[in-house]
T-cell receptor
């Protein structure tokens, strides 16, 4: 059973546009929701993370929106740049499960110049 | 801060040999380290969780006798793939978590990965 569902699988955005990636989860015990960016042949790098006590967190061009009642969270990349082209993974973890990360299936973003 | 290194970055070996991969937290102490496996164009699959000074906890379906994990210190964990076969070829990634009380215990910091190719 997939704990975290991520969509879309792939995304093409024009330079300067907004990229939006969505994730949904089932386990209400999850209390930490990070997003990771991964370039080919590299390890994932933490981009931004949020906890359920806030509905939005912004860091530069990256924003997480969190909807606790719907059990959904999303990543918004404003003013998308070709350098943002990478695979993005959402994840969720909870203290009831020793802080194991459950990853989404990933979204391959291609920002066209 | 929060840098995790892996060595080697790439290894090619013959079938039947064993390969050791090191994972180090360079600027923080990690009580918990995780080992993942990633197939091309797929997500990360957790293989095992290792806590410093204790035995690793393996995920269902992961052979603990094949993938030996040792977390001997707060900055080093090793994964040994024993008697490697071509189907073990994959991208192996480790991650590390800060000690409790450091303020960022939930965050996992990932290493750059190790590409294993078994001929």
């Amino acid at each position: 059973q997939q704990q975290v569902k991520q969509s879309p699988q792939s995304l093409i955005v024009q330079k300067g546009g907004i990229s939006i990636i969505n994730c949904a989860y089932e386990n209400t015990a999850f209390d930490y929701f990070p997003w990771y960016q991964q370039f080919p042949g590299k390890g994932p790098a933490l981009l931004i993370a949020i906890r359920p006590d806030v509905s939005e967190k912004k860091e530069g061009r990256f924003t997480i929106s969190f909807n606790k009642s719907a059990k959904q969270f999303s990543l918004h990349i404003m003013d998308s740049q070709p350098g943002d082209s990478a695979t993005y993974f959402c994840a969720a973890s909870g203290r009831d499960n020793f802080n194991k990360f459950y990853f989404g299936s990933g979204t391959k973003l291609n920002v066209k110049p | 801060g929060a840098v995790v290194s892996q060595h080697p970055s790439r290894v090619i070996c013959k079938s039947g040999t064993s390969v050791k991969i090191e994972c180090r937290s360079l600027d923080f102490q990690a009580t918990t380290m995780f080992w993942y496996r990633q197939f091309p164009k797929q997500s990360l699959m957790l293989m095992a969780t290792s806590n410093e000074g204790s035995k690793a906890t393996y995920e269902q379906g992961v052979e603990k006798d094949k993938f030996l994990i040792n977390h001997a210190s707060l900055t080093l964990s090793t994964l040994t793939v024993t008697s490697a076969h071509p189907e073990d070829s994959s991208f192996y990634i480790c991650s590390a978590r800060d000690r409790p009380g450091s303020g960022s215990t939930d965050t996992q910091y990932f290493g750059p990965g190790t590409r294993l190719t078994v001929l």
